[in-house]
């Protein structure tokens, strides 16, 4: 039985107007729905500019950003989520009732209905990328949405290294994975490790592969002082075949449909998942 579903990827420019950025996304979601998206994802932290690429003292800069959820973006993109009948993935910088600062994604059903938070579970802190002087470590856990649409799994940007996170999500029955990001290159610096944007596809086409699963990565694109976004959205098949890869530098609505039957036929085809050994996975003590 073949199960079909039309995604979108949007793929933007952010600037330092928080009003101005939710008011692009919004006009980039109606044309999704107007092409027939059923899923929509926006990219990480998609209000604010990266403010993360800034030192500065433990939670100094960018924090007039941070929002509470519910608030304001989750009460605007429900209201057009139940309007649209879609499905909207808003990644946000979120000041918790505690007091503590996430980075977040926010799911609003078709039905405008906000569903449980995901919080960013691994922090990056490296030149440029100091997201640990202003997020605390996520404490939601793996979020596996069911939707009438599909069900899925949200990871965020740095979360998109690490196969655990893949494969939690996976075997919590995702069919496809979204990985809002904020990623791309400093001005100026040459890596000495080889092409970061290869490396950075490859690992999440290799997710798809092992774990039989659709996998859709949203950049964003543009310059943003020091760091020059690559864009390069994409979406993959459950083989880490790419469907559909947006531009390096302009601002995109990607529409792709995906069979997510052709998870069923991976799994069983190449037992990825049947022929796991689950009992073996720990260190035995040399004696």
Not at 73 to 94: D, K, N, Q
Request: charged share 25%; aromatic share 12%; with cysteine.
């Amino acid at each position: 039985m073949r199960h079909k579903v039309t995604i979108a990827a949007i793929q933007m420019k952010m600037s330092t107007d928080p009003a101005g950025n939710l008011a692009k996304s919004e006009r980039m979601i109606r044309l999704a729905a107007q092409k027939g998206a059923q899923i929509i994802c926006l990219p990480e932290l998609c209000r604010t500019i990266y403010f993360p690429q800034y030192e500065g003292t433990e939670r100094t800069e960018g924090t007039d950003f941070a929002e509470s959820i519910p608030g304001e973006s989750t009460r605007h993109f429900g209201s057009l989520a139940r309007e649209l009948e879609t499905v909207i993935i808003v990644p946000l910088y979120e000041k918790s009732k505690a007091g503590k600062f996430y980075n977040t994604a926010a799911v609003l059903n078709h039905d405008g209905k906000l569903l449980p938070l995901y919080r960013k579970l691994h922090i990056p802190q490296d030149p440029l990328f100091y997201e640990k002087n202003y997020f605390s470590p996520g404490d939601s856990g793996y979020r596996v949405y069911k939707t009438k649409f599909a069900t899925f799994a949200v990871l965020i940007c740095y979360d998109q290294w690490f196969p655990e996170a893949a494969r939690m999500a996976a075997l919590g029955g995702a069919e496809i994975i979204f990985y809002p990001t904020a990623i791309g290159h400093i001005v100026g610096h040459k890596s000495k490790d080889g092409d970061w944007h290869d490396a950075w596809e490859t690992v999440m086409r290799g997710h798809a592969i092992a774990n039989g699963i659709h996998v859709a990565a949203v950049n964003r694109t543009g310059r943003e002082d020091r760091l020059r976004f690559w864009g390069q959205s994409f979406v993959c098949d459950s083989f880490g075949k790419v469907l559909r890869r947006a531009s390096a530098d302009r601002e995109e609505v990607f529409i792709q449909q995906l069979d997510l039957s052709h998870n069923q036929r991976i799994r069983e085809g190449w037992g990825f998942f049947r022929n796991r050994r689950p009992e073996t996975y720990k260190f035995k003590t040399s004696k």
